[in-house]
């Protein structure tokens, strides 16, 4: 017998084993809890769909060292930061930037405390009903980042087991080690999936950090850190986050960085940063995205009065790929950015500035040079009764994930309202990317959603979302890396979604959930098409030690 075959005895065993303790521990537990109201695992769920339709136009191998132009509220300025960018995506961090070391904070009910070292506990028991209905190829996202392959049309009953650990320790006053990890067991009794035994992180990923800041002087702080990120996203063949029909992409990447900011007077205000990033992707199909990334960046602002700020932005990047077919990639450039508060409600933030590149090596046989005039504007306003809009657009140089680079110019329009009966959220985003390569064509992303929320009972909520994406390729001559007929980069395709979810505590430790689902994309091939429908019931139940 096989070490494979032994594990996976082994995990059913446990699974089973888990199983007869719930049916002793349950009966003890049936007590009423009308008063809870936190549904965990609808909202863990949500917070799950929403993440993945906000991440569709963000490319995960690529920091965002662009310029963006500082989002200003209040009147205060904000800047570039290495670290902003691997943490949220986005590179943007308020100055000074003394946020932006995470407070030792131990977990206060941690199961095991050894010296320094603190660990909590939980296990988590499901078990449900699912009808699955689908068209094509029939790809399915069950448990966050994990896929489903679904294989045949019909019910299911899915049984889950999950073990989760939060580790953590303080190394020194101030530095930090935080750990995460989650060991799921999934078996499909009908067969419509295969079993799978799955070791990831706690939200998706494996995140430690190490990090300290000290004061030079009293008005200038020093952030030194070290972030490592283990991460699994499913993108498309531009490396854009395409969860309902992506590539699985996991990769091990590394950031170690130093941020410093001064604040010589009460209006003026100097800040940089330099940065070393590692991409190591953990699959084949990837290796072209293993490459280590510098960037630096030196900025200057300035209040000039209680409603306005200007300054000065220096910025550079230089991406080395590690394998011989990709070329390496230098952006450097500056802008001038400014920050007003327009009135109580309204403020506006704009740049405006030069970007210069240079792109060699790898498979060109000569140094391609591009320089492109780049700036961002975004305006916000919060208006009456919990309502609140935002206009956003930038232009800016980006290395691809290709290789090579792109101008790209984004659109954003997002409005939210609260405190009526469905509060919720529209948002839309427009891509339009122009790569600066002959042997690569265009495209244009538009990505649009709506999501509601409201309360059936006080203590049964109803959440409702609803997604369409558009993808718009530009005609193919030459094919990308000489895969000719890629319908991904030669057709257009549009992405359906549309789901409703409810949910409610029974009582203690033990939660209902339900959900329906319909996906379909349509396309110029049939070979990107599919319709699944999904109608979801689970009980789950948890303990934390």
């Not at 969860?243 to 003026?268: C, F, H, I, K, P």
């Not at 792109?359 to 961002?376: C, D, F, P």
Request: hydrophobic share 35%; net charge neutral.
């Amino acid at each position: 017998m096989s070490a494979v075959q032994i594990s996976t005895l082994a995990c059913k065993a446990l699974v089973r084993l888990l199983w007869v303790g719930v049916l002793f521990v349950l009966p003890a537990t049936m007590q009423a809890q009308t008063d809870a109201y936190m549904v965990e695992v609808v909202e863990e769920r949500e917070a799950e769909e929403r993440a993945a339709i906000e991440e569709q136009t963000f490319t995960i191998s690529q920091p965002d060292f662009t310029f963006r132009g500082p989002t200003t509220m209040r009147g205060d300025g904000r800047i570039g930061s290495a670290r902003g960018a691997t943490r949220s995506g986005r590179g943007g961090s308020t100055m000074l930037r003394y946020d932006q070391h995470r407070e030792l904070s131990p977990p206060a009910d941690a199961m095991l405390r050894i010296g320094p070292w603190y660990t909590d506990m939980g296990i988590a028991l499901s078990a449900g009903y699912r009808y699955t209905r689908f068209r094509g190829r029939g790809t399915d996202f069950l448990d966050g980042t994990r896929r489903g392959e679904v294989q045949k049309s019909g019910s299911e009953f899915p049984l889950s087991a999950t073990l989760t650990m939060n580790n953590y320790m303080i190394l020194t006053r101030r530095l930090d080690l935080s750990l995460n990890l989650r060991m799921s067991y999934f078996h499909y009794p009908l067969g419509t999936q295969p079993d799978q035994f799955v070791i990831d992180l706690t939200d998706e990923g494996i995140y430690a950090t190490f990090s300290t800041q000290f004061h030079p002087t009293r008005d200038s702080r020093i952030l030194i850190y070290d972030d490592i990120l283990y991460l699994t996203d499913f993108v498309d063949r531009r490396g854009i986050s395409d969860r309902l029909g992506g590539r699985e992409y996991r990769l091990l990447q590394n950031t170690a960085g130093a941020d410093w900011d001064w604040r010589a007077s009460s209006r003026d205000a100097f800040s940089a940063s330099a940065s070393r990033t590692d991409t190591l992707p953990q699959s084949r199909a990837f290796r072209s995205q293993r490459r280590v990334q510098y960037a630096e960046m030196a900025a200057y602002r300035r209040q000039i009065n209680p409603f306005a700020a200007a300054g000065l932005l220096l910025q550079a990047s230089q991406s080395l790929a590690q394998t011989e077919d990709r070329p390496d990639s230098y952006i450097h450039g500056y802008s001038i950015f400014t920050g007003l508060n327009v009135t109580q409600t309204m403020d506006f933030n704009a740049s405006v500035g030069q970007q210069f590149a240079v792109v060699q090596g790898g498979n060109l046989t000569e140094t391609r040079r591009r320089q492109s005039l780049t700036g961002a504007m975004s305006l916000e306003h919060d208006l009456q009764r919990g309502r609140s809009q935002r206009f956003s657009a930038s232009r800016a140089i980006t290395e691809s994930f290709e290789g090579g680079i792109d101008i790209t110019d984004r659109f954003g329009y997002r409005f939210g309202w609260s405190g009526l009966w469905l509060p919720g959220s529209f948002t839309s985003d427009y891509l339009i990317a122009d790569p600066q390569d002959l042997d690569r064509n265009g495209y244009r992303d538009w990505s649009n959603r709506l999501a509601v929320r409201t309360q059936l009972t006080r203590i049964v909520p109803l959440s409702l979302s609803a997604s369409y994406a558009m993808r718009f390729n530009d005609s193919l001559d030459t094919g990308l890396g000489g895969e000719e007929g890629d319908p991904e980069i030669g057709d257009d395709y549009q992405t359906l979604s549309l789901m409703a979810r409810t949910g409610f505590q029974i009582i203690q430790r033990i939660n209902f959930s339900a959900y329906v689902q319909h996906v379909q994309r349509t396309a110029d091939n049939p070979a990107l098409e599919y319709t699944r429908d999904t109608v979801g019931l689970q009980l789950t139940w948890s303990h934390t030690f």
